[in-house]
């Protein structure tokens, strides 16, 4: 599995979480809600638009677009990954 669904309390889809190795930790796209992202439903090889521009704790900032099961750092990211891409992993169980 590379996506895990996160529902709610009443097991209503809000998000679908992933292990980033840029970041060696999960980032989240929501797919309800608010501020929404566009999901292609392809759990294996999904695409997620726009990007994703997670900023974290401590100034750590992760800037990345997942499509077709691969993700690509744009170069504004400061982890080792900035500017390349990967398969995206399994998610840890």
Known sequence: MKL???VDEHQ???AYAFFCPGCDGLHVFYVS???VWTFDGN???PSF???LLNQGGLGRRCH???TDGTIYYYPDSDHALRGT???LPE???
């Open 43 to 45: 759990l294996e090889r």
């Open 4 to 6: 895990k669904p996160c």
């Open 12 to 14: 209503d889809l809000k």
């Open 85 to 87: 891409s990967v398969e």
């Open 49 to 51: 638009s726009p990007s």
């Open 33 to 35: 809600g608010v501020v």
């Open 64 to 66: 990345l677009q997942l």
């Open 91 to 93: 998610y840890p169980c």
